[in-house]
């Protein structure tokens, strides 16, 4: 264990991060791969907690994908995926609802509660934090070898037409930890699952914030099939041919593409890091250790 005084070496350490970082806001994606393990969640909401006691200000979006398939099988409701993203019909859109917001949100905002901190838990659907509409995706009709692309109809997916951020601004002003669950309102009152990496980027971008960490179940962006090939860095440029190239697949897809999106809304720190290893969320603002992937302009 560490004596006293290294404690207090590794606390001044601290100081000219927490210096540089008080008053900035601070976009974390809480990835529900990440999410799984119990003992985990609760290292990263302290980490999080002692975050906006030193000054920064926090701000969650999280995910929910393991809770929600959880729900979907014992309703016996089957889902599929098509780049990274659930086909939303119906049913499926109100487990995803159920589950996203009243049982992943508040199980966050509950432990951050319990742990000492303040937290206040949202959708987008609150103080018209997000407009959506409906999303087609464009894909390659497989049965044309001229590889036309077709729109692909993903149900109730949704794209994000507007973010309100002023609900999210006062929580933030009066002390809370905002925790939005990424399931936003239609013009014509319809509900919209969106994934949460995309969420996470606009709301980001909207708040002008600092920095966006994208906390998942991997080390960051893997370019080929072993641990050895994680990308330290990447540039925005880099991100659309490798989608491209399918060497970024599945979940990683929307999370790449928000990195993306985040940088030209003029985030300039973006990061994706490994929500599953103890305090990899302090390591990233506290340290000058580069962990998981950052993507650069
Ligand atoms: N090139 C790549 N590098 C790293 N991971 C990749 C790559 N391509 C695809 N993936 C996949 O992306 C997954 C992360 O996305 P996923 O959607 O599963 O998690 P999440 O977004 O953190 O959780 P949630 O969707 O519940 O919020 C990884 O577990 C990995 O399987
Ligand atoms: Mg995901």
Known sequence: MFSALEKANV?????????KFSGKTILIKYGGHAMTDQKLAELVLKDI????LVGMNPVIVHGGGPAINEWLQKLEIKSEFIQGLRVTDDA???VV???LTGI???KIVNLINSFGGKAVGLSGKDGKLILAKKKYLTVENPKNSQGAQELYDLGWVGDIVNIDPALVHSLIQEGYIPVVAPVAAGSQGETFNINA??????????LKAYKLVLLTDVEGIFLGEDSGSLASELTAQEIPQLIEEGVIKGGMIPKAESCLEAINMG???VHI??????????????????????VVK
């Open 11 to 19: 606390l001044t350490e601290a100081l000219p991060y927490i210096q």
């Open 49 to 52: 907690i002692l975050m906006k």
């Open 92 to 94: 499926t859109m109100q």
């Open 97 to 99: 609802e159920m589950v």
């Open 104 to 106: 992943v949100n508040k």
């Open 197 to 206: 990496d995309y969420v996470a980027a606009a709301l980001g971008g909207a």
């Open 267 to 269: 985030v300039e720190n």
């Open 273 to 294: 890091v490994d929500g599953r290893k103890p305090h990899s969320l302090l390591l990233e603002i506290f340290t000058k250790e580069g962990i998981g992937t950052m």
